[in-house]
């Protein structure tokens, strides 16, 4: 039942209650009851009608709160939602906040080893620079040596070169002394066979007393080089008697002898008398330009 039917309801009732008062009231002054009556009535139905009128205007009243608590309970609700949401979207961002402070936590850790790698490879830069200096330091001293070592060896090829070409100006007169040999060979060879006990004789020449050793015999040229030179007093034409010391019993034995051809400051090369040597020169062999002091 409505609320309207409700006020309806209790309006009749409270007119029959009213009716009902004003009969008696009528019935015990014994008044024209029924032109009172349709008077009260009157009054009541205009009362009513007032009343009909301020329920109406109640009632609409009335829905237009319920509208309006309808709406507020809806707002009501939406808004609660929206708190719902608004401790959702909280929470969310909590935890999003934990999650960004615990990356932090992680890149301040990182950034931290960082820091220390960095330091340590700052210290095994400088460590690397002090090698690479003290590298550059030896790259320089090598390459110092090593141009001094080029100086040497430009030096040493042109002592060759000039060695070689003296070697061949010796060779150009060893082949002419061969030729002159060959005849002097031959008529030594013709006298020792006439005159047995024949000597040799010494170089016009007379050289003063030099100790010296073989060094070196080229077999094909009949050359030997002595360990004298012009430092030594040596000159070309001494005549150099060739030695060889026994092992065992520590004499000395006669092997040839050598004529000096060509003098060098601290060497000198000397042609084999090969008709005056038995034995054959070796290197080591010893050399003396006096007879008789070996």
Known sequence: MSTLAKAFVVINLLLGVAFLAVSCVLFSQQQNWKGEYNAVVEQFKQKGDEYTKKLTEQNVIMVSRQEAISRLEQGLKESEKNVVDERAKKEELARSLETQQSLLGKLETDYKG???NLDVARTDLANAQKRLDELE???SDAEQKKMAAMDQVVKLTEQTADFALAIDNLKVKLDD???????QDSIIAEYAERFPGWQPTKSKVTPPAIEARIEGVDEKTG??????GSEDQVKAGFTFYVYRNKESSGDASYVGQVEVDKVFPTKSSARINT???PLTIQPGDGATTRLGSY
């Open 177 to 183: 002394q061969d030729r002159k040999i060959v005849t």
């Open 275 to 277: 008709a005056m040597s």
């Open 114 to 116: 960082l820091v220390t």
């Open 137 to 139: 330091a030896s790259r």
């Open 223 to 228: 050359l030997v080089m002595l360990s004298v």
